[in-house]
C-alpha cells in the first residue's frame, strides 16, 4: 500500500477530505495521511480508539511516536491524557487501549537508526518559549540530527517571510488556522512540505501546530 508516498510532493488534507477505515483490532479506527506498507509500515495516521478498544502487544521496529489529540490513551507504562507527547524508540513494545475513547496523532516507523530516547511530555504544563519572530512561541519536544519536532503557538497577526526548509516540514494544525499564500488550513489540517519548498505562512486569528522539520528526503531516492 502508498498513500501519498512521493515526498517530493505537498500534500494538504483538511478535515473531512478523508474517511477513517477500521484497524484489524474491533473499535479502532485509522484515517491514513500517508503510508508506505500494509499492517506494518512507515506511516503517519491519526487514530481512533473508541471505549474500551485496544490493540494486542507489538514492538515497534522502527520506533512510534505520538501525539494524543484528545481522551486519554494507555499502555503498560502510564496513562496520557490530551495534549501528551510521546516517542517509543525502536524495539519497544507495548499493548495500547483506551478505556474512556481517544484521538491520536501517530507515526510509525520513523526513526534514524540511533535515535534511542524515550520522551514523555505534557505539553499542557510545559513552558512555551518566544521565538526571534514576533508573535511566535515554541516548546520543543525532541531534537536528533537535523530532524526537530516543536508544538509552536501563532499571536493573531503573527508571520514568516518566504522561506524554504530544508529536509521538508510537516505540520498538524491543532487550533485555530494557519494560512498561507496557497489558501487557509483549519484545526485538524496535515500538511507535508517537500525540501526547500518556499511560502510565507501566517496567521490571523491566532493558532496551534505541532511541526516536525529536516526529516524528508532532499532528492528521489535519498
Not at 494560512?179 to 496535515?190: H, L, N, R, V
Amino acid at each position: 500500500m502508498q498513500i501519498n508516498a512521493d515526498f517530493l510532493q505537498r500534500v494538504v488534507i483538511r478535515p473531512g477530505q478523508i474517511e477513517w477505515v477500521p484497524s484489524p483490532m474491533p473499535g479502532v479506527e485509522r484515517m491514513m495521511l500517508d503510508r508506505i506498507g500494509d499492517e506494518v509500515a512507515r506511516a503517519t495516521s491519526l487514530v481512533r480508539y473508541g471505549p474500551g478498544s485496544r490493540f494486542s502487544s507489538h514492538v515497534h521496529g522502527g520506533g512510534e511516536e505520538f501525539l494524543v489529540l484528545d481522551g486519554v490513551f494507555s499502555d503498560e507504562a502510564g496513562d496520557y491524557p490530551a495534549g501528551t507527547y510521546v516517542r517509543n524508540p525502536i524495539g519497544s513494545r507495548h499493548a495500547p487501549s483506551s478505556a474512556g475513547g481517544c484521538t491520536i496523532f501517530v507515526k510509525l516507523h520513523q526513526f534514524p537508526a540511533g535515535d534511542s530516547a524515550r520522551v514523555v511530555i505534557d505539553t499542557n504544563s510545559a513552558e512555551f518559549i518566544a521565538e526571534s519572530t514576533p508573535g511566535l512561541s515554541i516548546l520543543p519536544l525532541h531534537r536528533f540530527g537535523a530532524e526537530q519536532v516543536a508544538l509552536v503557538r501563532w499571536a493573531p497577526g503573527a508571520g514568516l517571510t518566504g522561506r524554504g526548509q530544508p529536509g521538508g516540514e510537516e505540520i498538524l494544525v491543532l487550533e485555530g488556522m494557519l494560512q498561507d499564500e496557497f489558501g487557509d488550513y483549519p484545526a485538524g489540517t496535515w500538511i507535508r512540505t517537500p525540501h526547500l519548498f518556499r511560502n510565507a505562512p501566517f496567521s490571523a486569528s491566532g493558532c496551534l501546530i505541532y511541526r516536525k522539520t529536516g526529516h524528508l528526503p532532499a532528492r528521489a531516492g535519498a
